[in-house]
């Protein structure tokens, strides 16, 4: 596979609004987390809110993300540069989400009128029920004009949307695309993982002996990408595998061999061997299960050489827009030389054979690997690269 360069990639998440804060957030170990306070739920647990929205405004929840992450590290610009450089109908649009804009829709069944049920005037289909929304959003936003389309496979959507734009501009359907995830915090989310019993009441910990489950979070982050590397950084993504191994509608196989599959075809695809990779960022969840899988499949793959960490206890779990947000974490991990650790944990369980840091330490970094895995056994595994 030949690289496609990250010449211009931003994010708004519970760490702030772009890459200076979240990479400092990074390097100083503070975390993005708080006490759940999102509009009057009272579930006991922890959060990753994007801060600084109005949650009375017209506009939606997502729309507002989006467009906090959109204007952040001069990323309108970049796309802006591209539409000149190429067209704006040679520049994909792939947009990774779970919710798209359904806390819209809940909020507006609470206003229903009382006899009729009727709900409220203006309440827009397109921006709430509608899981194309995000992708519509971003390229009306940018003047894009190419190939457009969401993806939703939970929590792997993030980052499947990499793979998605690979294929199009490898087919000739563009010469460059947007790609990045979207997610808002809602009340279906939140409630649906309390009754799976899956929501943490302290800040998530993942690896830990005495973790207790995820922290669910919220933001958008967007990569573009080319042929060419514009941008003089020498970051791009180098492979991608993905793999569905459908062992049930939300548990991991034990054994981990979706995820495993789809490490391996990240590699393959890269032609780069597992010996190469410097720096893993885990899926790391912070649930006994996940986390028990993970390791055991990424251990089926590199062994307990490379370092390897989870970033959730930055962030929160971010559905839809985690893999999204975890590969620009992990870019800028590359570009500085950072190997973070894994925040709120403590004491790693014995039967973990990872090598999972717990401080954050600087190295070289040159190959690093970025795992997203979903509901329904749907993997994706990133591969980025700092190239000379």
Known sequence: MKPLYATGFTLASALGRGTAPAFDALRHDRSGLRRNDFLGSALDTWIGRVDGLQDDSPVSRMRQITQAGLEADGFAAAASRACDAYGPDRIGTFIGTSSSGMLQGELAYRKRQPAS??????????????????????????????????????????????????????????????????????????HGFASLELLSREPCRPCDADRSGISLGEGAAFVLLERQD???????????????????????HPEGLGAARAMRAA???????????????????????????????VYSVFGKRVA??????????????????????????????????????????ASIKLNVLLKSRDMRLRYALSNSFGFGGSNCSLLFGRMP
């Open 117 to 190: 049920g009727a709900l409220p005037i203006g309440l827009s289909f397109g921006d709430s029920f509608d899981m194309s929304s995000p992708a519509a959003y971003v390229r009306a936003r940018l003047g894009l004009e190419g190939p457009a389309y969401v993806v939703s496979t939970a929590c792997s959507s993030g980052a499947k949307v990499f793979a998605a734009a690979y294929r199009a501009i490898t087919a000739g359907l563009c010469d460059a695309a947007v790609v990045g995830g979207v997610e808002t915090l809602c009340f279906t989310t939140l």
């Open 230 to 252: 514009v941008s003089g950084d020498g970051l791009a993504l180098l492979g991608y595998g993905e793999s569905a191994d459908a062992y049930h509608m939300s548990t991991p």
């Open 267 to 297: 590699l393959e695809c890269a032609g780069i061997a597992a010996n190469d990779v410097d720096y893993i960022n885990l899926h790391g969840t912070g649930t006994r299960n996940n986390d028990a899988a993970e390791d055991t499949a």
């Open 308 to 349: 390897c960490s989870g970033t959730k206890g930055w962030t929160g779990h971010a559905l839809g827009a985690a893999g999204a947000i975890e590969a620009v974490l992990t870019l800028l991990c590359l570009r500085h030389g950072l190997a973070p650790g894994t925040l709120n944990t403590r004491r790693i369980d």
